[in-house]
C-alpha cells in the first residue's frame, strides 16, 4: 500500500518554500533567555555486544578521531591581531567583490543612501552573525552526539560517537574565543536554525538524530566551513577552520557510514518519513541565511531587502552549493530516489539537485582526512 505523503505545508509550515513574508515571520522570540530546554523521550540503549570492529569502516573512524585530537586554546596563535573593517575591504579585494551593494537594485530602499561606512559595518556584522551561527550549530551537534552514544545499540558506534562529543566541545570553545577575542559581539540563534535543532532533539529515533545532524546539519556546516576558508583573508580563521574541517569531514562520514547499513532495512514508509525529515531540515537551513538579524540590527526591515537579495547570481550560487555535501551523501543512502523519487524532487526544487553526482562524504573522508592531519601536524 503507497502511503500518501505529507504536503509540504504540513512539513514546513508554507506552500510556497519560497515565500519570503512566511520566511521572515519566524522570529527567535527568547533571546534574552540564558536557557532553552527541549524535551525528548528517547530509550537510552545499553550493548552487551562488546566486539570492536565488528563495523571496520567505523573503528577506522574512531581510531582516526584518537589521533586528531586538538587543544583550541593552545595550538592556534590566537595573538594573532583581527582588524574587522580592514577584513573586509580585504575579503572583497580578494575575491573580487565589492561591499556597497554592486548588483542589487537599490532604488526605493534605505540603502540607496549607504556609503562605504555602512556597507563596511554591514561586512563586520555579517563576520559576527556568521560565526555566532556557527557556534549555536556546534553547541546543537554537541548535544546530539552526547544523545547519540546514548541511543544507538552498536558499540563501535558508541565508540566513535563518543570522540565526536569532544570534537563539538572544542569547536564550540573555539568559535567563542574566536567571537569574544576577534570579532566584536555575539548574535542569539537564528530562528530557523533553532527550529531545526529543536526537531532533531525531540525526536526519539536515534537515526533521526544521525539524518537530522550528522548528514544536514554538519554536512552543510562543511561546505560552509570549506568555503568561508577559501573566502577569508584573516590568516587565524583560516586555520581554525582548517582544524574544524578535519573533525568535521569524519563526523559527516560517520552519519554516511553508519545510516546506510540501518537504511538499507527500513520499509518504504518508513524511507519516506525520512526523505520528510531531511526535506524540512534543508528548507530551513536555508531560510537561515536571509540574516534578517543583521538587517534589524543595520535598522533595514528585512522584509524590503530579502527580495532584492535573491536576485543576486552569485548569492544564489553560494547557497545552492552548500547543499554540495548533502544531496549526494542523501543519495548514498538511498533517501533521493525512494519514495518515487519525492525527495529528488524537492531537492531539483530548491535547485541543488545538480550536486547528487559529486562524491559522497562517506567515501571522501580519507582525502579531507589527510588534509586535516596535515594542518593538525603544522
Avoid at 165 to 175: I, P, S
Avoid at 243 to 272: C, I, K, N, T
Avoid at 299 to 318: K, N, S, T, Y
Wanted: net charge negative; glycine share 6%; hydrophobic share 40%.
Amino acid at each position: 500500500m503507497t502511503q500518501e505523503m505529507r504536503s509540504t505545508e504540513e512539513i514546513i509550515g508554507r506552500s510556497d518554500i519560497n515565500d519570503l513574508e512566511a520566511i521572515m515571520a519566524v522570529y527567535n522570540t527568547d533571546v534574552d533567555e540564558e536557557l532553552h530546554a527541549v524535551h525528548s523521550d528517547y530509550d537510552t540503549v545499553f550493548t552487551w555486544d562488546y566486539d570492536k570492529g565488528s563495523r571496520p569502516k567505523l573503528d577506522k573512524l574512531y581510531e582516526k578521531a584518537k589521533k586528531a585530537q586538538w587543544n583550541a586554546q593552545t595550538d592556534l596563535p590566537w595573538e594573532t591581531p583581527v582588524d574587522q573593517e580592514a577584513l573586509v575591504i580585504a575579503n572583497a579585494v580578494a575575491n573580487g567583490a565589492t561591499f556597497n551593494g554592486e548588483g542589487m537594485d537599490l532604488s526605493g530602499t534605505p540603502l540607496v543612501k549607504w556609503g562605504d561606512k555602512e556597507w563596511i559595518e554591514f561586512g563586520v556584522q555579517s563576520q559576527n552573525w556568521t560565526l555566532s551561527q556557527f557556534m549555536h550549530g556546534e553547541q546543537g551537534a554537541l548535544v546530539c552526539t552526547a544523545k547519540i552514544v546514548e541511543s544507538v545499540p552498536w558499540i563501535d558506534a558508541k565508540y566513535y560517537a563518543s570522540t565526536q562529543v569532544m570534537d563539538e566541545a572544542r569547536h564550540v570553545e573555539v568559535f567563542n574565543k574566536y567571537l569574544d577575542e576577534k570579532l566584536s559581539g555575539h548574535y542569539p540563534i537564528n530562528s530557523h536554525l533553532r527550529l531545526l535543532l529543536d526537531d532533531i532533539i525531540a525526536d526519539s529515533r536515534w537515526d533521526m538524530t544521525y539524518l537530522g545532524m550528522q548528514i544536514m546539519v554538519e554536512g552543510l556546516a562543511l561546505a560552509a566551513f570549506g568555503f568561508l576558508h577559501q573566502m577569508t583573508t584573516e590568516p587565524l580563521l583560516k586555520q581554525l577552520l582548517r582544524y574544524v574541517m578535519s573533525d568535521e569531514s569524519r563526523h559527516v562520514a560517520f552519519g554516511v557510514l553508519s545510516l546506510q547499513e540501518y537504511y538499507s532495512q527500513l520499509s518504504a514508509a518508513e524511507l519516506r518519513e525520512r526523505q520528510e525529515f531531511a526535506f524540512e531540515a534543508a528548507v530551513r537551513m536555508r531560510d537561515r541565511f536571509l540574516q534578517q538579524e543583521v538587517w534589524d540590527r543595520m535598522g533595514v526591515d528585512p522584509r524590503v531587502i530579502a527580495p532584492l537579495l535573491l536576485q543576486v547570481p552569485e548569492r544564489q550560487m553560494f547557497q545552492s552549493m552548500l547543499f554540495s555535501k548533502i544531496v549526494p551523501n542523501c543519495k548514498k543512502l538511498g533517501l533521493l530516489d525512494a519514495a518515487d523519487g519525492w525527495l529528488r524532487t524537492k531537492f531539483t526544487e530548491l535547485g541543488v539537485i545538480a550536486f547528487e553526482d559529486l562524491t559522497d562524504t562517506g567515501e571522501e573522508y580519507d582525502t579531507l582526512q589527510a588534509t586535516g592531519e596535515a594542518a593538525v601536524a603544522s
